[in-house]
């Protein structure tokens, strides 16, 4: 009896270890401690994580990175910036990595980093001392190895690598192919609105939908750019464009301005030279996702923020116009717009060169009432019709061109 019990026992346990042990950490709690001589950061963890940490120049910031965590915050959390962290944001990162990121108000240094155990009703602990150092010292740690865990985590895949683009030989007359692009995601929230909606889920939700209206028709091939609450930097969404053989890109913001009155929603192409300087303000806030994202952009040549149109993409550049003029008229008839509605400048992630894209921004989570407007699902279904109003003109236009 007893041994037929145990072996169920047994069993039981035999089936369940890997399940328990295929449990991610959770991060319980995030601390900021000051002392006189450093900053201290403490994540009270459910269990061990492995772990990366190094710092990041222009602005400074110090990344935490660790093998996939979830996020079970409590109140109050992540707390404000104190000693010599400015701000800190968390989130997923790529695949199986999460990233908390540290904005640090100068050059700091990494004093000691400590993993202490958990034991009994005291959670596992990853501490990190940051401390001021001179410029020069802080240079030499950014260019330095991060700070790891085990050796696997030196060679952690540190961001999303979207496919090889295959041959240029798609079938014709195949639908066309409408990449969507959900902005911000993970680590990167984007604007945050009065009531705390961040940017990131109201683009989720509406690429979501815009999808859902699209392949509805049965007329489109639909592509997110992400559709979780993940981090993709600009280059990689615009790989991810042309790896699909997109012919039009999307990407959807919701912006936020330091007054409460400005609502309303524009649309935006890309230029070399900005429309006004408020557009130019705009593009530049919105290239700054990787940035905040933790992303290192000296080790880059900077082909995304460079942004100089060559020839090739003069022709797209019309085709962007063109999409942007008739998305306006029919978001205009359902929705608020901002005056000078369309305009353009410098956005990184409209550089394909051979796709026609715009960014729409759907409206200021910074006002009241066009951030109620973005949370309602009403709503934004009301802004896809238009979108979705648009792109069949934009086909139809486009192959009464063909014929002509
Ligand atoms: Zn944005």
């Keep these: 009896m007893f041994g037929i019990r145990r072996f169920w026992a047994a069993l039981l346990i035999l089936l369940l270890v890997p399940i328990v042990g295929a449990a991610k950490p959770a991060v319980i709690n995030v601390r900021l401690g000051l ?13 061990a994580p492995e772990y990366r940490i190094f710092t990041l120049p222009d602005p400074y910031r110090v990344v935490i990175d ?11 959390n992540p707390p404000e910036g104190r000693g010599l962290v400015a701000a800190l944001r968390y989130g997923l990162f790529a695949v199986g990595t999460s990233r908390l990121v540290l904005d640090a108000k100068g050059p700091v240094g990494i004093k ?21 150092v001179p410029e020069s010292e802080f240079i ?41 692009d959900a902005g911000h995601g993970g680590v990167d929230p984007g604007a945050i609105g009065t009531r705390g909606t961040t940017e990131k889920s109201i683009t989720l939700a509406m690429a979501k939908e815009l999808r859902r209206q699209l ?34 890109f999307v990407s959807l913001h919701a912006d936020s301005h330091e007054s409460s009155e400005p609502r309303g929603a524009s649309v935006y192409t890309l230029s070399e030279t900005a429309s006004d300087a408020e557009a130019a303000a705009l593009a530049a806030k919105e290239n700054k996702a990787d940035l905040i994202a933790g992303v290192d952009l000296s080790a880059e040549n900077n082909i995304v923020t460079n942004i ?4 090739a993409q003069r022709e797209t550049k019309n085709l962007s116009a063109h999409f942007a003029a008739m998305l306006i008229d029919e978001l205009g008839r359902d929705v608020r717009l901002l005056r000078n509605t369309h305009r353009f400048a410098g956005f990184a992630v409209l550089k394909a060169p051979d796709i026609a894209s715009v960014l729409v921004e759907t ?12 949370r309602s699902a009403d709503h934004r279904a009301k802004l896809c019709e238009a979108l979705l109003r648009s792109i069949d003109s934009f086909f139809a236009w486009q192959e009464t061109l063909r014929r002509s």
Excluded: C
């Excluded at 002392?35 to 269990?47: A, F, G, I, Q, Y």
């Excluded at 700070?147 to 007359?173: E, G, H």
């Excluded at 100089?308 to 020839?311: A, K």
């Design 140 to 180: 030499r740690q950014s260019q330095g190895a991060p700070l790891i865990s085990t050796p696997m985590m030196a060679s952690l895949t540190s961001t999303f690598v979207p496919p090889p683009p295959k041959p240029m030989q798609s079938p014709p007359s195949t639908k066309p192919v409408i990449v969507i």
């Design 35 to 47: 002392h006189p001589d450093k900053t201290r950061v403490v994540l009270d963890l459910s269990e």
């Design 215 to 248: 392949e509805e028709t049965g007329r489109y091939k639909v592509v997110l750019t992400r559709d979780t609450d993940i981090f993709i930097r600009l280059r990689d969404r615009i790989a991810i464009a042309r790896a699909a053989h997109g012919d039009l």
């Design 308 to 311: 100089l149109i060559d020839l």
């Design 66 to 76: 660790m093998t996939e965590v979830d996020w079970q915050l409590s109140a109050g």
């Design 112 to 132: 000691l980093v400590d993993l202490l155990p958990g034991k009994g009703s005291t959670p596992t602990r990853l501490v990190i001392d940051l401390e001021s």
């Design 363 to 374: 409206g200021y989570l910074s006002n009241p009432k066009d951030e109620a407007l973005l």
